[in-house]
């Protein structure tokens, strides 16, 4: 009898985990990873704009942050239609009712493109406050009913445009990458208090106003690793990729490479890290660790210009690194070697999203509001899937417990079975 109490229990015990490990939260930019990888299976692969949308609702004006899921609520950042304040609003995922809204008024000078409306930057929770960064209006959290809790104010960011860096949390410490513009830094807050923990400056660069030869700037979010049984924190930043202490905020490796543009965030995979820069620039590996500049005995392999114009971030599959690039171009890279296995046309759609992965299928959504499903094969390429709800979107989908949360310039979504 003991021996069969145990056994329920030992079942009990693995099909709570399995059930914890289907269900994940997604409480910041790119999952509760940062990789862009969700650990479920069950996630529609069909729909469109009648056909498996739970609910939408209307939202006051265009933004490219995405969604963020977590303690039945989702938040997104954006501002209001005429882009005198900023905003955070927060959703009840069950139905999509607005649970509240906090707005900033923010009227100083704060330039961007159109096509990088305000409210970039990807709210993030601990699942106890919400946190979100609106470029020169400041740095604000709440706790989960909509209370703030502090507020600061990091100094004004210009670049012609705009920011789009996410903020990240790691136990006690809200981690940003700010900039681009001359003001550019990588700086740790107490989640509790705003208070700086430590600001590492960066050389930054001109606002862009005056043309190519100035355009330099990383809108790169940071990711958190463990790299020799300690964390560190990665941030790919134009010329090079740093890792932070987090404790202090000291520069512990450094390896170079990058050009002077990067949007994707970093990726890392059994103890190789890759980056890769924008506007056709340089794309690089590089094993984790060390100390000191570790460019000569660190980095696997370099590939220099002409590249394909990346904006959003890959995913990487144990050796094997998948890429939706803007052009629409789809890739598969052998990140040991920097070899590319193959490469294929997508339908037609400029691609700024982030792929996010889930079992064996790789989503992103296009500009055109259209999220393409491929296969995550190294040896070709599989189209399954082109879901069109045409709608403008530039942002990369949440998942949490079945559910897709897909934002575009006008609605919200929760896609479901």
């Known amino acids: 009898m003991r021996r069969s109490w145990l056994l329920l229990l030992s079942v009990w015990g693995i099909l709570g985990f399995v059930a914890n490990a289907q269900s994940d939260d997604w409480p910041a930019f790119r999952g509760p990873r940062g990789d862009g990888v969700s650990n479920e299976t069950r996630v529609p692969l069909n729909w469109d704009a009648t056909s498996g949308v739970h609910w939408k609702v209307a939202l006051p004006a265009p933004g490219n942050g995405s969604p963020i899921v977590a303690e039945k609520r989702v938040w997104i950042a954006g501002p209001n239609a005429d882009n005198t304040e900023r905003g955070l609003f927060c959703y009840d995922r069950n139905g999509g009712r607005l649970v509240w809204s906090k707005m900033v008024k923010f009227t100083g000078e704060d330039p961007t493109h159109r096509t990088n409306p305000y409210c970039s930057s990807t709210p993030v929770t601990d699942g106890r406050r919400v946190v979100v960064w609106h470029g020169s209006a400041g740095v604000y959290c709440y706790d989960l009913a909509g209370t703030e809790l502090w507020h600061r104010d990091l100094g004004t960011f210009k670049h012609i445009w705009g920011y789009g860096s996410s903020p990240v949390i790691s136990g006690e410490r809200l981690l940003l990458n700010c900039g681009p513009g001359e003001r550019s830094f990588v700086t740790a807050l107490n989640i509790k208090t705003g208070k700086t923990l430590w ?76 980056a890769m820069g924008g506007y056709h620039g340089p794309a690089m590996a590089f094993k984790l660790g060390d100390s000191g500049n570790v460019t000569k005995t660190h980095r696997l392999w370099l590939t220099e210009k002409p590249n394909p114009q990346r904006i959003g971030s890959g995913v990487v599959i144990g050796k094997h690194l998948y890429m939706a690039n803007e052009q629409f171009i789809a890739q598969c890279i052998d990140i040991t070697t920097g070899k590319e296995l193959w490469q294929s046309r997508m339908p037609q759609g400029v691609i700024w999203g982030s792929l996010v992965r889930v079992a064996n299928r790789l989503y992103v959504t296009n500009q055109e509001g259209t999220t393409l499903v491929f296969r995550a094969d190294p040896e070709t390429f599989e189209l399954l899937a082109e879901n069109k709800l045409d709608e403008p979107s530039n942002s990369t989908l949440a998942i949490s417990d079945g559910e897709i949360f897909l934002r575009t310039h006008k609605h919200l979504f929760c896609i479901g079975h």
């Open 199 to 274: 600001q590492v400056d960066e050389p930054g660069g001109a606002s862009g106003e005056k043309g190519a030869e100035e355009w330099i700037g990383s809108w790169s979010t940071p990711i958190v690793t463990q790299v020799d049984g300690h964390e560190q924190v990665i941030v790919s930043l134009p010329h090079r990729v740093n890792a932070y202490d987090p404790a202090d905020g000291k520069i512990l490796w450094t390896v170079d490479g990058l050009g002077k543009l990067v949007y994707t965030s970093p990726l890392i995979s059994e103890g190789i890290g890759i």
